[in-house]
């Protein structure tokens, strides 16, 4: 099992999902320099939300988020922040490539794509849930 943790004041947790977002209309907007800086933007607001960003990546219409979060938080809250906050940024920062592709306070899609995921497969957890050492009477 993994040793990254998120250890918080009554419980350890390894809570972590894969997130994707896509840019309105599907629109081939994101440049190498957007992606850059769209992974600092996402890591610091992870920062914030107490988790972390594990991993990123993206293509000219959406990125891949691999985040860890911890068991207070809500995926939905915390996917809204990430879509309004680096909007926010990109709109701001990058004006002429976002202008030539959006004429309208708009970047993200409404929707989203999440799934959770973890260290070990539903198999190897339910494997090691049997194997527990049960007392016998």
Known sequence: MSKDFIHKARGVSDLKCHLVLTTKYRRKVLTHPMLSRLEEIFKNLMEKWEGRLVEFNGERDHV???LQYTPQTEPSK???NLKTVSSRYLRKEFVDEVEKVYWK???WTNGYFIASCGGVTVEQLKKYIEEQDRPVE
Do not use: A, R, S
């Open 78 to 80: 915390l996917i809204n």
């Open 105 to 107: 306070d708009v970047f």
């Open 64 to 66: 891949h988020l691999l």
